[in-house]
């Protein structure tokens, strides 16, 4: 494991101009919204002065105005932590915040989000911790893996929520999730297991390795026995929530994760195992149910290895979104295994995609078409247990689902070509994916992005609950700082 040297503090100091606005956001939130209580205390005093690593003092390698502003939303972020966590989103001036549960259930004093949130916001602090090594960041970042552990259910899972009581212990099981059930939907549980390796790896601390071993039985208790798992666990077989499935990148998210893992722990066969009988899976499922044209995959699967129902909106059906996912499956089991039968399928699936029976136009796929016949179809509602109906006109379709879209297809289909361009050299591919744009094209984005912060020091979004107040939504904060610390690695570089 590595171990981090600490370097030697510079005697420069950051530019006078970004000094300025960092003190005027500091005093900007104290007055204005702190003191009204809406805001938790500040964990740390904005960073000014000189630098722990001092080339970030060095104003011809690095823009000082990206740097003191990414600073600056560092700083008047931890405003929103709670008991260690985060939320998914809160009102601008933080009297209220919200999770996936979404706006009429405010989280509660000393609740957090786990989805887009606590591990999330905890990534960003650790990436700037391993660019800046200031404790403050490391701080943030090991509070948000320790609020982590503490709300982790007995049996290894993570819920949507977390909360904890006063004296730090978390509530077990959460109020809002007495049937324990371990939530892989939407990268929930995978994302806590992905987020405590990197703490452990940076740390080498126990408990972050235990709590993701813990999660690991977890995770093998929930997977079925032909190479998949379940959306959410603890509910009845015949539940929708007991299905094999791939909606929302749930098996996306599980291979990621047990790839990490065996990555860190090559010796452990167990976790490259299961990614490998995720991919089984893969091969097994590729065009059922469907004509011998879609070679496609379906949103979720019953025993019979058949697309199934599960919400009654969501219909049986070939799924150009988790085709393309399964794609990128695929294409980082091969890159991990060197195994050509990964690539297999993939060409007969690009084809269904690239299809002119399947594109609505260049750019916009429909997300689900109909067995046999290729025709897009949506989805309604029909109440509980009427699983009978769709319709093949969007205007018809249930509102609040994404049916139709670009999903990234062209962007996954091309990271294939390229692959097949290198002849499947694996060295070649993975140099073509690591460039990145060029310093000054980054340098623009960091600067743009650092001109849209408010005067409190948050990016603030007008598209959602809040459209007049604007609200502070936790994946546009990470969006944004991740792009800034791409800027500053490659200026570092």
């Not at 939320?87 to 996936?100: A, H, N, T």
């Not at 324990?180 to 929930?188: A, E, Y």
């Not at 290895?305 to 091969?334: G, K, N, V």
Request: with cysteine.
């Amino acid at each position: 494991m590595k171990k981090r040297i600490i370097l030697a503090l510079a005697i420069t100091i950051t530019s006078l101009s970004g000094l300025l606005l960092g003190t005027y956001a500091f005093y900007s939130i104290r007055l204005g919204y702190f003191f009204k209580g809406k805001f938790s205390e500040p964990v740390y005093a904005l960073p000014t002065g000189s630098h722990f690593n001092s080339d970030l003092d060095n104003s011809t390698l690095i823009n000082q105005t990206i740097l003191s502003g990414l600073e600056e939303a560092l700083w008047a972020f931890t405003l929103l932590q709670r008991a260690g966590g985060f939320p998914l989103g809160s009102k601008i001036d933080g009297s209220f915040m919200w999770s996936d549960r979404g706006t009429d259930f405010p989280l509660f004093p000393r609740e957090f989000s786990i989805q887009e949130g606590t591990p999330l916001i905890g990534s960003v602090f650790l990436s700037m911790y391993q660019i800046e090594p200031n404790p403050i960041y490391l701080s943030v970042a090991k509070e948000a893996a320790d609020a982590l552990l503490a709300i982790q259910d007995e049996n290894g899972g993570f819920y949507y929520e977390g909360r904890r009581h006063k004296d730090g212990t978390g509530y077990d099981p959460h109020p809002w999730n007495p049937r324990k059930s371990t939530i892989l939907d939407d990268n929930v549980m995978q994302s806590c297991m992905s987020y405590l390796l990197d703490i452990y790896n940076e740390t080498e601390e126990m408990k972050y390795y235990l709590g993701f071993d813990k999660a690991i039985t977890c995770l093998n208790s929930i997977e079925l026995p032909y190479g998949a798992w379940k959306q959410r666990s603890n509910y009845p077989d015949d539940a929708y929530q007991s299905q094999a499935t791939l909606n929302d990148n749930v098996l996306y998210d599980v291979v990621i994760v047990l790839l990490k893992a065996h990555s860190m722990f090559p010796s452990n066969p167990n976790y490259l195992n299961a990614a490998i009988r995720a991919g089984d899976f893969l091969l097994n499922t590729q065009g059922n149910g469907g004509s011998t044209f879609q070679q496609g995959w379906a949103q979720q699967y019953n025993l019979d290895l058949e697309p199934c129902w599960a919400r009654d909106f969501e219909p049986p059906a070939i799924c150009s979104l988790q085709t393309a996912t399964s794609i990128q499956i695929l294409m980082e089991l091969y890159l991990t295994t060197n195994d050509a039968k990964w690539l297999n399928p993939i060409p007969n699936a690009i084809a269904w995609l690239n299809s002119t029976e399947t594109k609505l136009d260049g750019l916009t796929w429909a997300r689900l078409y109909e067995l046999k016949t290729n025709t897009p179809i949506y989805g309604i509602e029909n109440g509980k247990d009427k699983k009978t109906q769709y319709v093949y006109n969007v205007e018809d379709a249930r509102p609040g689902y994404s049916w139709q879209g670009p999903y990234g297809i062209l962007k996954i289909i091309e990271q294939y070509q390229q692959l097949e361009n290198f002849s499947y050299s694996i060295p070649d591919y993975f140099e073509w994916k690591n460039e990145s744009s060029s310093i000054e094209d980054l340098e623009q984005v960091g600067y743009s992005l650092i001109q849209n912060l408010s005067p409190f020091g948050f990016w603030v979004d007008d598209d959602g609950p809040w459209m007049e107040e604007g609200q502070i939504i936790s994946s546009t904060f990470a969006g944004n700082a991740f792009l800034i610390l791409q800027y500053l690695v490659k200026a570092l570089s």
